[in-house]
């Protein structure tokens, strides 16, 4: 039996569509995002098998030389958005883009719609698999840096979590760019600046967008020189995930070469987890590579180690026990930042509001963890369904919600928080491809 949010949902996908790629939200996000695009696709998978393949691979077309997929695909200007094509000056695949990426979600996403459909979804994933694999290549060598050994980041908008006081050491140990040029931001025209990054933290994204810039994009330069270098339990839980999804793929393909050199880089990826365990929180925090600094609290990135496979007994038990320490203190889902530590913000961006993707990964991976034995773990996936359920009844679909009043924060009509209800949080999402992972 359909839910009657289910036409709603789909309503909005169907608005935000330009033909082929979905964009998050009208005025304030008018173009396509990466990992916004490959979440959307899961909802899409819902509706329509055909679209959902488009939004991927609209999405691979934006594939830069060196293998890069950009966190931005701009396809025309809008001068309603900033900074826009003309400020980020890079190119890949005939389209203007940003010059960094996003967290990859895209094997995980193309391994769910392959294996609910079968062959013909394997085909399409065929397609899709050695661009992927290049630009799994592609984090290896140009996130990883000497003496660091996991995955790195070199902007916070490459995290996609862009204010998260996950960035603070790295953004502490930066200056602004004395050369910065006035600009006029379009983002606390469209939503409340209570809401959003401040401007403190605007001018240090700009000095990094200008270094790479003046630098041509040139990555293993932003990495070695560039003003920030953080490495982030976010994209590095994610893209281990995506490792193993691409993993299973390249074995259902025949692809034996790129399976043994995938299986590679996932074992040396498990190794090198314990860099980003701060003993002291008891949580994998985000760190500061040059500093050796870590964050200073449990981000929801913190709790995707479940769905990335990593860590021990007492490691995946003190990850439970601040889920559960955090889950008695808001009335909704995961926050994006503790309310314990310094810096929550239950309506600033990711300070503190609850995002229905971070909450979808993390009940995967307790999902899965429940799955071998852990009825802790899938008590806790099954209550931040049951969570985002409630704030979508209860709110609509906004870009992300306050954990305290359940009230939606920023953009209204968001594409994720559509497709994440018809995949996974809508009670008729049971048999979807993203409800069979989560
Ligand atoms: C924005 O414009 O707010 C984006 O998060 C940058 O990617």
């Given amino acids: 039996m359909p839910h009657e949010l289910d036409a ?6 169907r608005k935000n569509d330009r033909d082929g790629f979905t964009i998050p939200a009208a005025r304030h996000y008018p173009f396509q995002w990466n990992w916004d695009s490959a979440f959307t696709a899961l909802g899409w998978a819902t509706l329509d098998a055909e679209r959902a393949w488009r939004e991927l691979e609209s999405l691979a077309d934006g594939q830069a030389d060196d293998g890069m997929l950009p966190h931005i695909i701009f396809r025309h200007d809008d001068a309603d958005y900033f900074p826009g094509p003309r400020v980020w000056r890079a190119q890949a695949g005939g389209h203007p883009v940003s010059g960094i990426s996003q967290p990859p979600v895209l094997a995980s996403v193309v391994r769910a719609l392959a294996e609910a459909q079968g062959a013909p979804g394997l085909a399409r994933a065929a397609e899709l698999f050695p661009k992927i694999l290049d630009w799994h290549r592609w984090w ?32 502490a140990a930066m200056t602004v760019d004395p050369q910065l040029q006035p600009y006029r931001r379009k983002d606390t025209e469209h939503s ?70 995938i299986e590679t880089r996932i074992t040396a990826a498990e190794r090198g987890a314990d860099y980003l365990w701060n003993a002291d929180a008891r949580a994998y925090c985000a760190r500061d590579v040059r500093s050796g600094r870590f964050a200073p609290g449990f981000s929801s990135a913190s709790a995707l180690c479940f769905y990335a496979g990593v860590g021990g007994a007492q490691q995946r038990r003190a990850t439970l026990q ?78 992300c919600f306050d954990p305290l009043s359940g009230d939606g924060c920023l953009s209204a009509d968001f594409s994720w928080t559509a497709a994440l209800w018809l995949a996974w949080a809508s009670p008729s999402a049971r048999k979807t491809p993203a409800a069979a992972a989560a």
């Fill in 8 to 13: 709603v949902a789909a309503a909005i996908l």
């Fill in 140 to 171: 290896r060598r140009a996130r990883m840096v000497d003496g660091c050994p996991v995955v790195c980041t070199v902007h916070p908008w490459e995290t996609g979590r862009d204010n998260s006081p996950d960035w603070h050491p790295g953004l």
């Fill in 192 to 261: 409340a600046p209570a809401e959003r990054p401040s401007g403190a933290e605007y001018d240090k994204y700009l000095s990094i967008v200008k270094f790479g810039r003046e630098h041509g994009w040139r990555q293993e330069v932003l990495a070695r020189d560039g003003p920030f270098l953080m490495a982030d339990p976010g994209v590095f839980f994610i893209l281990l995930r995506a490792e193993r999804d691409l993993l299973w793929l390249a074995r259902r393909l025949g692809r034996g070469g790129p399976a043994a050199e």
């Fill in 322 to 399: 601040h889920l559960r320490r955090i889950a008695q203190k808001v009335r909704f889902g995961q926050p994006s930042w503790d309310p314990d530590a310094a810096h929550f913000d239950r309506r600033r961006y990711w300070c503190g509001p609850v995002w229905c993707q971070m909450n979808y990964l993390i009940a995967a991976g307790l999902r899965e963890r429940g799955e071998q034995g852990d009825a802790g773990a899938t008590a806790m996936a099954e209550k931040l369904r049951g969570d985002l359920r409630r704030l979508v009844e209860r709110t609509g679909f906004y870009e």
